[in-house]
């Protein structure tokens, strides 16, 4: 529901997106911030079953931004910074964080393109291909095994969708998240690439 409790989940997030890029096209680091955690929360919906993509994964960068938002002020600024300094491979470094915030926004995208395009899946259904096609290929053979239990947890279809729609058209402001969101996480793994750092994986 929107913050103004009108609309659904993704009303705000919409909005927001307007502000995303900068007058001369680059990525502002807290406006995209600021969507991935108006979206994010919806994992909590998912309970136990999401354990392995936390809400709370894009911290680490809002901290870095605070620190000094004038500096950081574009969302790549932090992530050179670390690629100059060699430090961007490390576990706890933004990159890290940027790099882990883009695919849980990756395959929450798919998740939602999956509710769209197969009414008839159940929740199970959506959650382990649009995992399938995002986070897996990342995991390690402990973490897949892991999310494949508890993908079989998911909350029933029916009422995650009444606890994300609100009273708006959460078919329609879906799709135009599904539609508009994505390329900047396009161009996250682009920059990533770009440094070397797009195929980091876990255990």
């Not at 899946?121 to 399938?132: E, H, I, N, R």
């Not at 053979?141 to 009444?162: G, I, N, Q």
């Not at 606890?163 to 058209?169: A, E, L």
Request: glycine share 6%.
């Amino acid at each position: 529901m929107g913050a103004d409790g009108l609309g659904t989940v993704f009303t705000p997030s919409l909005e927001g997106m307007k502000h995303v890029k900068s007058d001369h096209g680059e990525m502002l680091t807290k406006p995209f911030l600021d969507v991935c955690k108006l979206i994010l929360p919806v994992i909590d919906k998912f309970g136990a079953a999401m354990t392995l993509v936390k809400s709370d994964i894009g911290t680490r960068l809002e901290n870095k931004y605070l620190s000094d938002p004038s500096k950081y002020n574009h969302l790549y600024t932090m992530i050179q910074e670390e690629v100059d300094a060699k430090t961007a491979k490390g576990s706890s470094s933004c990159t890290n964080c940027l790099l882990w915030l883009t695919r849980a926004m990756d395959f929450l995208v798919e998740l939602f393109l999956n509710l769209l395009a197969h009414p008839d899946w159940t929740m199970s259904q959506a959650c382990t291909d649009s995992y399938g096609k995002t986070l897996k290929k990342f995991h390690g053979w402990v973490a897949s095994s892991y999310s494949t239990v508890v993908m079989k947890l998911v909350p029933d279809r029916k009422k995650f969708m009444e606890v994300i729609s609100g009273p708006g058209n959460v078919s329609a402001d879906m799709e135009q998240f599904c539609t508009t969101f994505p390329p900047f996480l396009e161009e996250n793994h682009k920059f990533l690439a770009s440094v070397g750092l797009d195929d980091m994986k876990t255990l």
